[in-house]
């Protein structure tokens, strides 16, 4: 789908975030403040929300359809630095940037979560991937928390015997293919305390999660903690190559190097 770009100009440079986070849009902020008078700083979405949380600086909707559309983006829109703060898990937009960058001629940086370690009496099962959770799923419970996303539902379809509660930003326009399920909507960051509540209140015995790192999201493994319920943990792909930090303040830094 071709990118809309909203409130941007071409006079000055371009610094392209690639966002969908909490960091990106901290990002946003900070580079926009500091760096707004030089810089024209914009934010790509992926645009799979309606109303995505609010952005400072340019917006730009939509997705570039592959390496080769986004090296010509970066090269139509004089685009100095490529700050990837995209979702561990979106591996595909990532590894589109590394090679449009090196393409373009673009420095290019991805703020990488620090991952989560397990704390004492926190009952992890590691996975590959969405679909070992699935198979290994039935073995830890029967009434899961799953908090993967919509996108790669299909993979538990198959789980016979399981109801699911699934969390979702905002209603789908199609039914989830899940035969025996219920949906709560919901836009983090949650407390300790709420992801409990939600955890008691359903009776849920295992949660699902991928491990994406960072503070914004680990309340739920808190949670699950304290109501003794195991939790499916789907393991972090490894990230694209090229620099990388691991804070908005390490981007930064990164940026005011180069750019001053």
């Known amino acids: 789908m071709a990118g809309c770009l909203l409130m941007s100009s071409l006079d000055r440079p371009t610094v392209l975030i690639l966002g969908g986070t ?11 403040g500091r760096w707004g008078d030089a810089f024209e700083i914009v934010t790509s979405l992926a645009g799979r929300t309606s109303a995505p949380v609010a952005v400072r600086g340019a917006v730009r909707t939509g997705g570039f359809g ?12 004089r685009v100095c630095a490529v700050l990837d703060a995209t979702h561990p898990f979106a591996v595909g937009i990532s590894e589109n940037a590394r090679i449009a960058a090196e393409a373009a001629n673009v420095p290019r940086i991805a703020l990488v979560r620090p991952n989560w370690t397990p704390e004492p009496g926190e009952r992890w099962h590691m996975v590959p991937d969405i679909t070992a959770a699935a198979r290994a799923l039935p073995h830890y419970g029967r009434r899961a928390f799953l908090t993967t996303g919509r996108t790669e539902l299909d ?10 509660l699934v969390r979702l930003i905002e209603r789908p326009d199609a039914p989830l293919p899940l035969a025996d399920h219920k949906i709560v909507l919901g836009r983090g960051p949650f407390t300790v305390a709420q992801e409990q509540d939600v955890m008691e209140n359903h009776k849920i015995d295992v949660l699902v999660c991928k491990a994406s790192g960072g503070e914004a999201t680990r309340a739920k493994l808190s949670a699950a903690k304290l109501c003794d319920i195991p939790v499916v943990m789907i393991e972090r792909p490894v990230p694209s190559a090229g620099e990388q930090t691991q804070s908005v303040e390490g981007v930064a830094e990164w940026f005011a190097a180069k750019f001053g």
């Open 22 to 32: 909490a960091e990106a849009v901290a990002l946003a902020e900070k580079l926009v």
């Open 66 to 77: 592959g390496a080769a559309p986004m090296t010509t983006y970066l090269r139509d829109h």
């Open 155 to 164: 993979a538990f379809s198959t789980c016979s015997g399981v109801w699911f």
